[in-house]
């Protein structure tokens, strides 16, 4: 886990950012490895609109859905590896979500604490944060070390200690990010979270959360102001 940077301020409102679906804008990177992966073994491509309405984390349980079963040991590190393989060669090329880079500015500019956790692999993360020349504006960039079918929730926990060396408290903490799985991890810790649509869930599977559901990164964060308090 590395810490970036340090943003001086006010304590007050803290943002944990998720990265994939949210700040970057990679569904098409995404679906293009999801369903290079299920050719791997023979199932027909995915819509965005059938992905999203399906999309659940652990990932084993998303091709389970599809499957109609647990893929076996061997299917998952040739899915696996696949998925990466091909997720990784378009990420690159990714943009970020539009509005991301001055909501990220303005929120750093009103004195606030914002910090970025990611179940993309560290070591590809950080240097992808860097190369969009947002890395300044957080406390924290912290991506996945360990299985790739980990969940959020214990990930965040660590995230989030680390962060209370600078102040940051979870009552004050909004998570913004694109599925269900990061309102969970946000209500593991006794944090708050925004969903947004842009990533890889439906709106509807996002409402299933009891959570804030919004279409935008404006009002994800003028949401997460307001929650925070």
Do not use: C
Not at 49 to 65: M, T
Not at 169 to 191: E, M
């Amino acid at each position: 886990m590395t810490a970036v940077s340090a943003v001086s301020g006010a304590l007050g409102a803290h943002i944990v950012w998720d990265w994939n679906g949210t700040l970057l804008h990679d569904i098409d990177a995404v679906m293009a490895a999801t369903n290079a992966s299920f050719a791997e073994l023979g199932f027909a491509p995915l819509t965005l609109e059938r992905y999203r309405e399906l999309y659940v984390v652990p990932v084993p349980n998303f091709y389970a859905r599809l499957m109609g079963r647990l893929p076996t040991d061997d299917e998952w590190l040739l899915m696996d590896a696949t998925f990466h393989r091909h997720y990784w060669a378009r990420a690159e090329h990714a943009g970020l979500a539009e509005g991301a880079r001055e909501l990220l500015d303005g929120w750093r500019t009103a004195g606030l604490t914002q910090s970025l956790l990611s179940l993309a692999p560290h070591e590809k993360l950080v240097p992808l944060v860097r190369r969009h020349g947002i890395d300044g504006h957080f406390l924290r960039v912290d991506g996945r070390v360990g299985p790739s079918h980990t969940s959020k929730a214990g990930h965040l926990v660590r995230h989030m200690a680390a962060l209370e060396e600078t102040g940051v408290t979870a009552a004050r903490t909004v998570l913004i990010g694109d599925a269900v799985d990061d309102a969970l991890a946000a209500a593991h810790v006794g944090a708050r979270a925004v969903l947004y649509t842009g990533g890889s869930h439906s709106r509807r599977s996002l409402e299933s959360a009891g959570v804030p559901v919004v279409d935008t990164l404006a009002d994800a964060v003028r949401t997460a102001r307001e929650l925070a308090g």
